[in-house]
Protein backbone atom coordinates (compact mmCIF):
# COMPACT_ATOMS: atom_id res chain seq x y z
CA UNK A 1 0.00 0.00 0.00
CA UNK A 2 1.31 3.62 -0.94
CA UNK A 3 0.35 6.73 0.86
CA UNK A 4 0.77 10.33 -0.42
CA UNK A 5 1.12 13.54 1.65
CA UNK A 6 0.42 16.61 -0.25
CA UNK A 7 1.04 19.75 0.88
CA UNK A 8 1.66 23.57 -0.44
CA UNK A 9 -1.61 24.64 -1.63
CA UNK A 10 -3.57 27.68 -1.13
CA UNK A 11 -4.79 30.97 -2.07
CA UNK A 12 -2.74 33.44 -4.26
CA UNK A 13 -3.35 36.33 -6.76
CA UNK A 14 -2.84 36.13 -10.19
CA UNK A 15 1.35 36.14 -11.24
CA UNK A 16 2.52 34.88 -8.31
CA UNK A 17 3.87 31.50 -7.37
CA UNK A 18 3.27 28.28 -5.51
CA UNK A 19 5.13 25.10 -4.97
CA UNK A 20 3.69 22.00 -4.32
CA UNK A 21 5.05 18.81 -2.83
CA UNK A 22 3.96 15.31 -2.57
CA UNK A 23 6.10 12.34 -0.12
CA UNK A 24 5.41 8.81 -1.20
CA UNK A 25 5.73 6.45 1.52
CA UNK A 26 4.78 2.53 2.15
CA UNK A 27 4.83 -0.31 3.94
CA UNK A 28 7.35 -2.13 2.07
CA UNK A 29 10.10 -1.24 -0.12
CA UNK A 30 8.27 1.12 -3.20
CA UNK A 31 9.87 0.75 -6.43
CA UNK A 32 8.75 3.88 -8.29
CA UNK A 33 7.74 4.80 -11.70
CA UNK A 34 6.26 7.62 -12.86
CA UNK A 35 5.50 10.55 -10.25
CA UNK A 36 3.23 13.45 -11.26
CA UNK A 37 0.37 15.64 -10.77
CA UNK A 38 -3.04 16.08 -12.16
CA UNK A 39 -5.69 18.86 -11.44
CA UNK A 40 -9.62 18.73 -11.49
CA UNK A 41 -11.44 22.51 -12.21
CA UNK A 42 -14.95 21.95 -11.01
CA UNK A 43 -17.04 20.70 -13.68
CA UNK A 44 -14.15 20.14 -15.86
CA UNK A 45 -12.43 16.19 -15.90
CA UNK A 46 -9.18 15.10 -14.38
CA UNK A 47 -6.34 16.91 -16.59
CA UNK A 48 -2.48 16.48 -16.77
CA UNK A 49 0.03 19.18 -15.34
CA UNK A 50 2.83 17.33 -15.23
CA UNK A 51 4.29 14.06 -15.00
CA UNK A 52 8.26 12.99 -14.56
CA UNK A 53 9.68 9.70 -14.88
CA UNK A 54 12.11 7.87 -12.87
CA UNK A 55 15.29 9.17 -14.45
CA UNK A 56 13.22 12.68 -14.42
CA UNK A 57 12.12 13.16 -17.94
CA UNK A 58 9.32 15.73 -18.30
CA UNK A 59 6.42 15.98 -19.33
CA UNK A 60 3.66 18.77 -19.19
CA UNK A 61 0.08 19.74 -20.06
CA UNK A 62 -0.24 22.59 -22.73
CA UNK A 63 -1.77 25.18 -20.58
CA UNK A 64 1.59 25.26 -17.84
CA UNK A 65 4.68 24.75 -20.21
CA UNK A 66 7.15 27.12 -19.91
CA UNK A 67 5.39 28.26 -16.46
CA UNK A 68 5.13 25.15 -14.16
CA UNK A 69 8.51 22.97 -13.69
CA UNK A 70 8.46 19.40 -12.10
CA UNK A 71 11.13 17.88 -10.23
CA UNK A 72 11.49 14.93 -8.15
CA UNK A 73 13.81 13.53 -5.34
CA UNK A 74 14.10 9.36 -5.99
CA UNK A 75 16.15 9.31 -2.55
CA UNK A 76 12.99 10.99 -0.63
CA UNK A 77 10.50 9.34 -2.99
CA UNK A 78 9.16 13.17 -3.80
CA UNK A 79 7.80 14.76 -6.18
CA UNK A 80 7.60 18.80 -6.70
CA UNK A 81 5.29 21.19 -8.75
CA UNK A 82 6.96 24.54 -9.26
CA UNK A 83 4.37 26.87 -10.50
CA UNK A 84 5.16 30.60 -12.03
CA UNK A 85 3.27 32.96 -13.11
CA UNK A 86 -0.15 31.60 -11.78
CA UNK A 87 -3.47 32.53 -13.43
CA UNK A 88 -7.26 32.20 -12.65
CA UNK A 89 -7.57 29.53 -15.07
CA UNK A 90 -5.27 27.62 -12.78
CA UNK A 91 -8.05 26.91 -9.98
CA UNK A 92 -8.78 23.65 -9.56
CA UNK A 93 -7.57 20.80 -7.17
CA UNK A 94 -4.24 19.38 -7.57
CA UNK A 95 -3.72 15.69 -7.08
CA UNK A 96 -0.86 13.89 -6.90
CA UNK A 97 0.18 10.65 -8.66
CA UNK A 98 2.33 8.14 -8.32
CA UNK A 99 3.13 4.87 -10.19
CA UNK A 100 4.13 2.30 -7.44
CA UNK A 101 3.72 -1.67 -6.58
CA UNK A 102 2.16 -1.96 -10.31
CA UNK A 103 -0.74 0.33 -9.13
CA UNK A 104 -2.07 4.24 -9.81
CA UNK A 105 -2.06 5.78 -6.55
CA UNK A 106 -3.64 9.40 -5.97
CA UNK A 107 -3.07 11.82 -3.19
CA UNK A 108 -5.97 13.46 -1.30
CA UNK A 109 -5.84 16.63 -3.26
CA UNK A 110 -4.79 20.12 -2.25
CA UNK A 111 -6.77 22.98 -3.52
CA UNK A 112 -4.70 26.02 -5.56
CA UNK A 113 -7.05 28.89 -6.13
CA UNK A 114 -5.69 31.92 -8.06
CA UNK A 115 -7.71 35.57 -7.80
CA UNK A 116 -7.80 37.58 -10.51
Known amino acids: QVQLVESGGGLVQSGESLRLSCAAS?????????MGWYREAPGKQRELVAI???????RYGDSVKDRFTISRDNAQNAVYLQMNNLKPEDTAVYFC?????????WGQGTQVTVSS
Open 52 to 58: TTSDGYP
Open 26 to 34: GSSRLSIGV
Open 97 to 105: YVRALNSNN
